[in-house]
């Protein structure tokens, strides 16, 4: 059972009303009130994914930007700028001076396609596109189905 902020920050004012006797029957009668509304989840986000009939699995993804009326996908190591392209860093190590000075190197490199996302997390040929969903503008979900004799 997760409590709310505010029903345990009541609960613990009612805890300190109920040390005075003459309040101690209101305080039993709201600590109840108290406790029932701590059981309430307020703004609970279910995390179920329905795979849609015909498809076998999903893959979920943040690092997305639309690019005309398609969507566009960066790889995990790299990052979504100005809704417009993909940043990867690559890790250079430089000598200054006798020290070993480690930076990065920031490219910028075009976005995949749904299916090049398909083929790059699961190998090439081993996937097909169902269906892609998107939720609340910031999660995508792309829905495969695997090919057979793979």
């Known amino acids: 059972m997760k409590a709310s902020l505010p029903a345990l920050t009541i609960a613990?004012?009612?805890?300190?009303?109920?040390?005075?006797?003459?309040?101690?029957?209101?305080?039993?009668?709201a600590a109840a009130v108290a406790a029932a509304a701590a059981s309430i989840s307020v703004g609970r986000v279910s995390t179920v994914?329905?795979?849609p009939e015909g498809s076998d699995g999903y893959v979920k993804t943040t690092k997305f930007y639309r690019d005309g009326p398609h969507y566009?996908?960066?790889?995990?190591?790299?990052?979504?700028?100005?809704g417009k392209a993909c940043i990867s860093r690559q890790p250079i190590e430089?000598?200054?001076?006798?020290?070993?000075?480690?930076?990065?190197?920031?490219?910028?490199?075009?976005?995949?396609?749904?299916?090049?996302?398909?083929?790059d997390h699961f190998g090439p040929g081993a996937t097909e596109l169902t269906r892609q969903s998107v939720k609340n503008d910031s999660v995508m979900?792309?829905?495969?189905?695997?090919?057979?004799?793979?």
């Open 141 to 150: 979900y792309i829905f495969y189905k695997a090919k057979s004799g793979t």
């Open 72 to 82: 566009r996908f960066c790889r995990e190591d790299s990052r979504v700028v100005f």
């Open 94 to 119: 430089t000598d200054f001076f006798g020290l070993k000075l480690k930076m990065h190197k920031r490219t910028k490199v075009e976005g995949m396609s749904s299916q090049e996302l398909l083929d």
């Open 49 to 51: 994914v329905e795979i």
């Open 12 to 29: 613990i004012f009612i805890a300190m009303g109920a040390a005075s006797p003459e309040r101690s029957e209101a305080a039993a009668g």
